[in-house]
């Protein structure tokens, strides 16, 4: 059975760092991707990065592509494509799929920098629409969402600020939240509620997307009437995000919302297990910058650890 | 009085990043740097740059030029050449000297990110030596010092793995430890013990350093005979690094070691205090990504407490 010092498992700019510091460090390293990209949430990332001390980059394909480079030339080791279908914390062991072929990798440590996702709605049509490829930016899909019929999902500051941005575009806007209460700060929620363009739907569930070939209509089911379908030409989910974790919750403490709980060096309670990046409880939001730095923390403990 | 909401003392890659942040986050924000440029320990990195994710530079220098074009293109609030003379905690004041001008400036929330220094011996000579330019890196200076009389003060791994470098190319390398109990972990002990090239001398404190335009000799006293005179050519010390915490050590909680010790979201036991970078107890050793994370996080949290 292959066996590596240090298995990273995720390449966003967390496991990258990881890697490319275990490299430095001399570490024996493999990183695994379960997209044929290595580059994680960068993909998302549709503005000007203007927050990563010392590059500047118009967007996150383009840090993707320097991050990228840059682990490359460093040879550092790793499989896109590769899923991981098990972690077996007490042999130490991940089960994984690449194509069709599955295989286990033994690892001293283990680096979890799986990040988050955007949380889903969980209904019908919901996937089909994400694997059509309709998922918007607020920001930047202002134009390709011009005179359209737009639903927005959620109460936080997200949902509340894509709302705001896509009133003077499109032609209508709906934003529906299942509760009364908003978690969006009270500055977004005085310009939503006061914008003519938006109609804010409260105490209202999505129940169902609808559509062939692109969205055409929803189903709502308010809490005290009966279903009723709204014809929308776009659904943007802005339900906030989750961190990935399902391979690991039920073997490491995690918080309520499915964090990762770490210390100040980054190990998960399992002993050999670490987390770095969106999947961890690491202060306030997560950034590049502080993914890239919690790389280098745990390379360097894990270093200590190994004797390197 | 000038008031800034966060007042960030440091110009290193620490206090960079926290001054890039506080901008885009949109907080009022001023940096303070006491030399005549930004960049702190970054000009003591001779050596390739390969562990800054997605960016690589030839060296120290060169990282510093793209911090600094990042930090000015932001139009980030800075002085240089500003020295801080006393932090008044209780008026939240600290008084600056800026050429002969001294003046006071009012803070919400403090970003100490004042750094570290190498320890100094603290004996005649020390400082005109360094003054003189007379510092040397051991993996990139072994040119320099091809064919000279080489000697390396500490007992840690910077001391030890200097030694092993410099043997095979100095004339003669003198390792001087004030004890007979080295830090330096065991390998690096073992292949400077067993290298005839390596004279090491233990039990013996430097007290002081002869030479007018480079140095000649140093003195040395053993614990149980007379002081002696030795010729050498280039002294490098070894001595490890301290934390810049002069200003603040009495008003802070610190360790033994100096550091000032720091909470998950870097906040000092004062509460509008904060510390980032080498100057804090963070885990491990300390690197550019780590301290640029750092800085990230100190101002997501200030912007929060800020209500911004």
Redesign the interface.
Known sequence: MRHVDVLIIGGG?AG??AA??CK?LGIDCLLLEEQSQLGGQLFNIFNEI???????TKNGIE?QR??VK??V??DCLYEVNTKVLFIDERSKTVKVKKQAKEQEICYTYLILATGSSQRKLGVPGEQQMIDRGEVYSASADGERLKGKMVALIGGGDRAFEGAHLLASKAKEVYLIHRSTHFKAREQYVEKVLSDPGIKVITDTEVTAIHGKHHVTSIDLKSKNSECENLSVDAVLIRLGIAPNVELIKEKVTTTQSGLIVIN??HQSSNPAIYAIGDACT????S?I?????????VA??LS?MLNI
Chains 1, 2 share one sequence.
């Open positions: 700019p990258i760092s490319i510091w430095r203007i927050d990563y001390p010392g590059m500047r840090m320097e991050m840059h682990f030339e460093m100040e060096v690491t202060p306030l939001f950034s910058s502080s993914s890239a730095g919690q790389g280098a923390i360097k403990q200590s």
